[in-house]
């Protein structure tokens, strides 16, 4: 059998210097990309979760250091 290829996005920090705005555009271009790819977004910031979670986007919260 063949299985359809999905791509992924790994993203380090990528947004480290956007202003709110700008990251919650892109924090809405990701949700877009995902339904297309698995979207892989590692950072120290609160940020991107407070807004994921203001706006009640789900999403899987890993934690490296409990790795």
């Known amino acids: 059998h063949s299985f359809p290829t999905r791509r992924s996005s790994d ?4 947004f480290v210097n956007y202003d709110l705005d700008r ?3 892109a924090i809405f271009y990701l949700l877009d990309e995902s339904y297309n790819r698995q ?15 203001s706006e009640s986007i789900n999403y899987h919260r890993v934690y490296l250091e409990e790795l």
């Open 39 to 53: 979207i892989i977004y590692l950072t120290c910031h609160k940020r991107e979760e407070e807004i994921l979670y």
């Open 23 to 25: 990251l919650r555009s």
């Open 11 to 14: 993203l380090d920090d990528a």
